[in-house]
């Protein structure tokens, strides 16, 4: 299983981006796909996940309305689209696949990372 | 979402039992048998040692064992090693379909 993310980005409070996720090892269609984040030197925050065929997404509290989850099965790629961002967006987001096919069950493998800083 | 409780630290001797105690709630941990468990060496992504409570991936030693009681989620880690210093998350389904962790506890091996 390999999970292989976009590079680091700094963008200003207010703006958007989209991190990617290169997936590969693994019929990346029969899973559920998740997004977690880590601030530096704290711990973790679940933030969005998404059904294995895309028809179903959720989102933390914190995350949901300006964050959106996404997928294209025919290029085993997972999105999130990040908008109206704040410094406390600030952090490093992981790509995770969740540990069994056609569920919800939790992660068992992540990818590397992408650092987002949100800063003037 | 809050999180899961976990102590901020728990330090053992080599070859020593260390536990580490996640406690929620009856909507999370007591409710689901969905709890994880994830070792985070520094400037390393997590890596998981325990899922449903009690069960090892391929490949994970059978030193790190898991179990639950009410609203609490326990990890053991049994003969400690150098190799275990690291962080620890615990992670709870919570509906709906939602997900929580738990503050992280840092393993020191004295």
């Known amino acids: 299983v390999q999970l292989v993310q976009s590079g680091g980005v700094v963008v200003q409070p207010g703006g958007s981006l989209r991190l990617s996720c290169a997936a590969s090892g693994f019929r990346f269609d029969d899973y559920t796909m998740h997004w977690v984040r880590q601030v530096p030197g704290k711990g973790l925050e679940w933030v969005s996940l998404?059904?294995?065929?895309?028809?179903?997404?959720y989102h933390a509290d914190s995350v949901r309305g300006r964050f959106t989850i996404s997928r294209d099965n025919s290029k085993n790629s997972l999105y999130l689209q990040l908008n109206s961002l704040r410094p406390e967006d600030t952090a490093l987001y992981f790509c995770?696949?969740?540990?069994?096919?056609?569920?919800?069950?939790?992660?068992?493998?992540w990818g590397q990372g992408t650092l987002v800083t949100v800063s003037s | 979402q809050s999180t899961l409780t976990q102590p901020a630290s728990v330090s053992g001797s080599p070859g020593q039992s260390i536990t580490i105690s996640c406690t929620g709630t009856s909507s999370d941990v007591g409710r689901y048998k969905l709890v994880s468990w994830y070792q985070q060496h520094p400037d390393s992504a997590p890596k998981l040692v325990i899922y449903?409570?009690?069960k090892r991936p391929s490949g994970i030693s059978d030193r790190f064992s898991g179990s639950k009681s009410g609203n609490t989620a326990s990890l053991t880690i049994s003969g400690l090693q150098a190799e275990d210093e690291a962080d620890y998350y615990c992670?709870?389904?919570?509906?709906?379909?939602?997900?929580?962790f738990g503050g992280g506890t840092k393993i020191t091996v004295l």
């Open positions: 998404i059904s294995w065929d895309g028809s179903a997404t």
């Open positions: 995770a696949k969740d540990i069994r096919t056609f569920a919800y069950e939790g992660i068992d493998h």
């Open positions: 992670c709870s389904y919570t509906a709906p379909t939602t997900w929580v």
């Open positions: 449903e409570v009690n």
